[in-house]
């Protein structure tokens, strides 16, 4: 294990800056906006074409040292590529997964910081899943009205770590991680992933349903707030600086509720890095409450929950299992798609 978190730490946080510091001055530029295909259920923007190539570029460098496999997006069939490419999948001795930008939407119009998810398991060849993992880094991607960027990163067992860099000095100063300990959401960000149509109608009656058992309104002002952030790893992160106090990406559960195809939903490279939160202290679990698990590749659709801590999955976890026991009901709108 250590091995590996040697490798991702330093292989990677050198990389990641370059990288984060190209794809920021690139932003600025309006065909960053421009479609440049659409495969896997996404649309590929110009700027995720620019990451890939980078990624691709260090891939090629770092397996001169060890040959490895890499799943990322821009990769035919299920994602992975051996590199180099004279080695077979047996001799890689890791897995490396990778979103070069998760948060894509945000950054390519300059409004808010997307994010560069890698994390490491070993190879265990198709059966190797999230479970797996035993290190993630993350680095901010931030918008060009930013000063400082973050970096997280941890390692199995070994906890997580939080330095903020900043982009003009390059001085690094390491800053704790303290998700929320408040035990109820009164006060609050609470959120349940509703970003795009078409089930954002029902989404939203199942999330007024779910906040009127957990979190009640008094009097006449509401008491928990929404924040759509449009990135997996962007809304890890809230949680473990204690912005957030309870996250919850449902997609799949509506899309399959709904009969909808499952366009547009986490997968494993958008919550890869989900170990630094756990390590943080926040419980990260599948929506029945089992450990989060699926298989290391770019087309399973991940359903995910985030509690700050666990007095808050204590006290949400089984009204969110009873509403989802109901789905679908009479209660869900109707919803019409053209396919």
């Not at 440049?36 to 590929?44: N, Y």
């Not at 190879?123 to 997280?152: C, F, K, S, W, Y």
């Not at 170990?275 to 995910?304: F, K, M, Y």
Request: charged content about 25%; glycine content about 6%; proline content about 6%.
């Amino acid at each position: 294990m250590r091995t590996l978190h040697d490798a991702l730490r330093l292989r990677l946080t050198e990389q990641l800056q370059i990288q984060s510091a190209a794809i920021t001055a690139r932003a600025t530029f309006p065909d960053m906006a421009g479609v440049a295909d659409v495969r896997g259920g996404d649309t590929i923007y110009t700027i995720d074409t620019h990451a890939e190539e980078l990624l691709f570029e260090f891939c090629e460098e770092w397996a001169q040292e060890a040959p490895f496999i890499l799943i990322a997006e821009g990769i035919p069939d299920n994602g992975w590529r051996i590199f180099p490419e004279s080695c077979t999948a047996e001799d890689a001795a890791f897995l490396l997964i990778v979103d070069p930008i998760d948060g894509t939407r945000n950054l390519m119009y300059d409004k808010r910081s997307a994010w560069i998810l890698s994390a490491v398991a070993p190879n265990r060849g198709e059966t190797t899943t999230l479970a797996d993992i035993e290190a993630a880094v993350m680095t901010e991607v931030p918008t060009t009205r930013h000063r400082v960027g973050d970096q997280l990163w941890a390692a199995q067992g070994s906890g997580a770590h939080r330095e903020t860099v900043d982009l003009i000095t390059g001085e690094r100063q390491e800053i704790p991680l303290r998700p929320s300990r408040s035990e109820t959401l009164a006060h609050g960000f609470a959120s349940i992933v509703k970003f795009f149509p078409p089930a954002k109608g029902a989404t939203a009656a199942f999330e007024e349903r779910l906040l009127a058992k957990i979190a009640p309104e008094e009097g006449e002002n509401p008491l928990v707030f929404d924040d759509q952030y449009i990135s997996t790893g962007g809304q890890l992160y809230e949680l473990m600086v204690g912005h957030d106090r309870f996250l919850a990406d449902l997609r799949p559960e509506f899309f399959s509720a709904l009969h909808l195809p499952k366009k547009l939903v986490c997968h494993p490279y958008d919550i890869c890095t989900e170990i630094i939160a756990r390590e943080a202290g926040v419980i990260v679990t599948a929506p029945d409450g089992s450990p989060l698990d699926a298989p290391l590749d770019i087309r399973a659709a991940v359903s995910w929950v985030g509690y700050a801590n666990d007095a808050l999955r204590r006290n949400i976890q089984p009204h969110l299992t009873e509403s989802l026991s109901s789905l679908p009901d009479d209660s869900l709108p109707e919803v019409s798609v053209s396919l």
